[in-house]
């Protein structure tokens, strides 16, 4: 429900739009410690963990990049490197924001294989409309980092807070919206998986959705709620 066949959306933008308004960032740059070996190339359902972010950023019509790589991964997607190694996912955020001139960007970490690409088209769909600094999306409540939608307008106070070291990323998000005169948009998974504006594959509730694969304990719970899927071949 929601999302676009792959076949479709792995053409990207059209060849007539020259400035597509959206680009899509896979967040590669973890340091995989406990996982001990690099998880972007972790694999899931026969595939790396890397191949599926992609997947779904193409899947919600997005040209898919990776930002701050941490293995040699250009063969999946378009790589940015990040300007300085080891100043984490905000670094990479940074760094793509940099390295695109569409109005808004979209970070999917890599570690998230479970996230339904009809999210990603619906965050985006919503951060078109109301032109938020950042869109972000809540499950049981709590507030997820990612997989965000963000104004490169933020990017000038996004460094500034990298600069000075405040905190992670939800705060820097926070951060830069409030500079900017708006609030932070949230929106409830549930309440989109109610009105039927988003849907996942394999009928995974959205509580399910979140799993993020740090651990091989977690690759293999992945696995074990991936199966069936067909999103990536």
């Not at 808004?104 to 570690?111: E, G, I, K, M, S």
Request: proline share 8%; hydrophobic share 50%; net charge neutral.
């Amino acid at each position: 429900g929601g999302s676009r066949p792959l076949n479709q959306a792995a053409r990207g933008p059209a060849a007539d739009d020259p400035e597509p308004d959206a680009a899509g960032f896979v967040l590669a740059g973890g340091r995989s410690s406990r996982m001990g070996a690099d998880k972007a190339l972790e694999l899931l359902a026969g595939q790396p963990l890397v191949a599926h972010a992609v997947s779904v950023l193409l899947e919600a019509g997005l040209a898919a990049s990776i930002a701050g790589a941490r293995s040699p991964l250009a063969h999946f997607a378009p790589v940015v490197e990040d300007f300085q190694p080891g100043l984490g996912p905000l670094g990479g955020i940074c760094a793509a924001l940099a390295s695109t001139s569409a109005c808004r960007a979209v970070f999917l970490p890599v570690d998230l294989p479970l996230l339904p690409a009809s999210l990603i088209a619906f965050l985006l769909h919503h951060a078109r409309i109301t032109g938020a600094v950042a869109t972000l999306c809540s499950v049981n409540g709590f507030a997820q980092t990612f997989p965000a939608v963000i104004r490169r307008a933020a990017l000038p106070l996004l460094q500034g807070e990298l600069e000075a070291d405040r905190g992670g990323c939800f705060s820097a998000f926070q951060a830069a919206a409030a500079r900017l005169g708006q609030p932070l948009t949230v929106l409830a998974a549930e309440s989109l998986v109610q009105s039927g504006q988003v849907a996942h594959p394999d009928g995974l509730p959205a509580a399910r959705w979140f799993l993020n694969v740090n651990a091989p304990g977690d690759l293999l719970r992945a696995g074990f709620h991936h199966r069936g899927s067909g999103r990536v071949s």
